[in-house]
């Protein structure tokens, strides 16, 4: 009997493992459910998504529990944990950059190498704070 596998390009040693198991769930499923996955997450970038209703995923996604895919469920759910996941960490990195840079008033470089995080990132945050506390 041949066996299936699936090969994954390289992943991040530090990818939250929410992630990868998104990843896993999305190359388990079958190719019906993720073209339906792929034209709902494309539906949902783009500026005019007004008729996220019309896509059958949103219809599986949104109709009642009982007769959702599991596969769909369980990727939405991974999703919704993943999108917390993020929020949270947001809002961690703002207050770190906030404490850094308006209260003990350390440079972007400092905090750059102090945290780990591209200049760039922390530049566009302390310009928001910049700006709040001009206003």
């Given at each position: 009997m041949?066996?299936?596998?699936?090969?994954?390009?390289p992943?991040p040693?530090?990818?939250?493992?929410e992630?990868?198991?998104m990843?896993?769930?999305y190359?388990?499923?079958?190719d019906e459910?993720?073209?339906?996955l792929?034209e709902?997450?494309?539906?949902?970038?783009?500026?005019?998504?007004?008729?996220l209703?019309?896509?059958?995923?949103s219809?599986?996604i949104?109709?009642?529990?009982?007769?959702?895919?599991?596969d769909?469920?369980?990727?939405?759910n991974l999703m919704?944990?993943?999108?917390?996941?993020?929020?949270v960490?947001?809002?961690?990195?703002?207050?770190?950059?906030y404490q850094?840079?308006c209260?003990?008033?350390?440079?972007?470089?400092?905090?750059?190498?102090e945290?780990?995080v591209?200049?760039?990132t922390?530049?566009l945050?302390a310009q928001?704070?910049d700006?709040?506390?001009?206003?």
């Amino acid at each position: 009997m041949k066996q299936n596998y699936i090969k994954l390009p390289p992943l991040p040693s530090d990818m939250p493992l929410e992630s990868i198991e998104m990843i896993w769930l999305y190359a388990q499923m079958p190719d019906e459910k993720r073209d339906m996955l792929l034209e709902f997450i494309w539906e949902s970038f783009n500026n005019n998504n007004t008729c996220l209703e019309k896509l059958e995923i949103s219809k599986e996604i949104w109709s009642s529990c009982t007769e959702i895919n599991p596969d769909v469920l369980e990727f939405a759910n991974l999703m919704k944990k993943l999108v917390g996941i993020l929020i949270v960490q947001a809002c961690e990195m703002a207050a770190l950059i906030y404490q850094g840079y308006c209260i003990t008033r350390k440079s972007i470089e400092e905090l750059s190498k102090e945290y780990h995080v591209d200049e760039k990132t922390i530049q566009l945050m302390a310009q928001y704070y910049d700006n709040r506390i001009k206003s």
